[in-house]
């Protein structure tokens, strides 16, 4: 699986950006796509994702502000952020997971984006 982000740039507080994520290679292994972001000196974190199935999770500081949406015709996804702020400042990945079942058991793997940088910033 290989994630080709789009969308970062530099925006004024208050304003809107939309992040694009387009996958490619063996997408039927994706069982949930989504972003996480990673400030300067900070962990990364989950931003937004969305399930096959259309299921949404947010973090609870993007609630409200932002929307993911996914394109399974186009094999994309979508990040509008509108009434950003300057601590939404960082790089974002797209992310994609895969669960994959192991004797039995269910296991976890993750592809990743390249980041895309998005400045929120008077």
């Known amino acids: 699986v290989q994630l080709q982000a789009s969308g970062g740039g530099l925006v004024q507080p208050g304003g809107s950006l939309r992040l694009s994520c387009a996958a490619s290679?063996?997408?039927?292994?994706?069982?949930?796509m989504g972003w996480y972001r990673q400030a300067p000196g900070k962990q990364r974190e989950l931003v937004a994702q969305i399930t096959n199935g259309g299921i949404t999770n947010y973090s609870d500081s993007v609630k409200g502000r932002f929307t993911i949406s996914r394109d399974n015709a186009k094999n994309s996804v979508h990040l509008q952020m509108r009434s950003l702020k300057p601590e939404d400042t960082a790089v974002y990945y797209c992310n994609a997971v895969e669960i994959r079942v192991s004797a039995g058991y269910p296991e976890r793997y993750d592809y990743w984006g390249q980041g895309t940088l998005v400045t929120v910033s008077s």
């Open positions: 290679g063996d997408i039927f292994r994706i069982n949930v």
